[in-house]
């Protein structure tokens, strides 16, 4: 094999074209034993096309040897020609040795096309022949997972720990730990985590436990695996809103705030971060900073309804009615607007003293929150104020419906029903 091994040193030292000439040659003359080997060599450096030709010179001669046909495959799989490998795959027959392998084969080629059954079909097959090959376990369990079938999923993951935590570079617990998680069971998902991270500490495996120790409520420990994340990676983005939200759901509103500020650093397009940022100054009693937040976070986004609304509620409060207006006409702009805004637009007109815009959008408005009793307090003031009396009064109506106790709509109604009487 002096050949094969002159050709693997050639590359080796970067001699490429004298690679190649003697790869003409064995390609030519060699003997199949050369042929291959240096076709797996070749396949291992990257030299897909010539590999590929080696494989087909041999099955020439060999061409039922499903081994080849393997190779050939994995080779047309690598050089993007998913279509072709499929059609050598299914040249192996049932008896060969290589057939499970070729079932594993087809059914990942299946399962990139979405064809989920076909794959599944393929895997069984496999195992029917192969009951205790802990790989297509993990192929099924791998299927299982991108179907969303997280229970079963959890099932052929539990054959292979048994045996494997890694199978082809993948840590299992790790798959394990994401499939429990998914499926709602956040914290039984927890300790396969914590033998995850012990086997290989791996920054997407601690970014999900900490969103899983998240979402199962346990905050200081989310805070702690996010925080040894940032430390690792602090331009893993992702990691700043969930870590705010453990702060804050541990009430610690200033910690929150100041990771999503440096969270803005590192990705300063996303409406999110700022968006979050904005609500969290309002609960620290930033009203300037989060009216800061909330315009930048409109500014990349200028259909964020849920921004809008709450910088709208706070220029409300801020009695700042023109800029209502502006944030309301902005919305308008698309191509729906949310039913809320022609209410602030209504409340802001109606302090802006445009009485007749007022009328129009609670008009507007009526439609959407005619049931809702915090709109009909304040559309029936603003119509008595008008004096619309008659209109007052079959809104005050309404809200007693709803509350016939109250006795500041009683006497509203009342004094109402006397003056239009």
């Not at 702060?247 to 990705?267: A, M, N, P």
């Not at 609500?279 to 930033?286: E, M, P, R, S, T």
């Not at 007052?392 to 029903?417: G, H, M, T, Y």
Request: aromatic residues 12%.
């Amino acid at each position: 094999m002096k050949s094969v091994n002159k050709i693997i040193t050639l590359l080796e030292n970067g001699q490429h074209e004298e690679a190649l000439n003697e790869y003409e040659q064995i390609l030519a003359t060699g003997s199949n034993e050369e042929r291959f080997l240096l076709g797996e060599e070749l396949f291992q450096y990257g030299f897909l096309e010539e590999a590929k030709n080696l494989f087909q010179c041999l099955l020439q001669v060999y061409p039922e040897e499903g081994e080849l046909l393997i190779l050939l495959a994995e080779t047309l799989i690598e050089l993007g020609k998913e279509e072709e490998a499929i059609l050598e795959l299914e040249k192996i027959r049932e008896m060969d040795p290589s057939y499970p392998e070729s079932m594993v084969l087809l059914a990942d080629l299946y399962q990139m096309e979405g064809l989920y059954e076909v794959s599944e079909q393929k895997l069984l097959k496999a195992k029917s022949l192969l009951p205790n090959e802990v790989i297509i376990d993990f192929a099924l369990g791998e299927l299982y997972a991108e179907e969303g079938k997280f229970v079963q999923a959890i099932k052929c993951y539990e054959h292979v720990l048994k045996t494997e935590d890694e199978i082809a570079g993948v840590n299992v617990n790790q798959r394990m730990a994401d499939a429990i998680s998914a499926g709602g069971a956040f914290e039984e998902a927890l300790p396969f985590y914590e033998k995850a991270l012990s086997n290989k500490l791996e920054i997407n495996t601690l970014f999900n436990y900490g969103f899983t120790a998240l979402q199962a409520g346990y905050n200081l420990k989310a805070i702690e695996k996010f925080l040894e994340l940032k430390e690792m990676d602090p331009e893993y983005y992702s990691l700043y809103i969930h870590l705010a939200r453990a702060y804050e759901r541990e009430e610690d509103l200033e910690r929150g705030y100041q990771v999503l500020k440096e969270g803005i650093q590192f990705d300063e397009y996303n409406k999110d971060l700022f968006f979050y940022a904005g609500k969290l100054a309002l609960k620290l009693g930033n009203e300037e900073e989060a009216e800061k937040m909330f315009r930048e976070a409109l500014a990349l986004d200028p259909e964020l309804t849920e921004a809008a609304l709450t910088l709208n509620k706070l220029l409300l409060h801020q009695e700042k009615y023109e800029s209502v207006i502006e944030i309301v006409e902005i919305m308008e702009e698309g191509d729906e607007i949310e039913p809320r805004f022609h209410w602030d637009a209504a409340l802001a007109y109606q302090q802006l003293e445009e009485y007749s815009q007022a009328l129009n959008r609670y008009e507007s408005a009526y439609t959407f929150f005619k049931d809702t009793t915090d709109f009909l307090v304040d559309y029936g003031y603003f119509l008595m104020e008008e004096g619309k009396r008659e209109q007052a009064v079959e809104i005050f109506k309404e809200l007693l419906k709803n509350d016939p106790s109250n006795e500041e709509f009683q006497d509203v109604c009342q004094r109402l029903s006397d003056d239009v009487g």
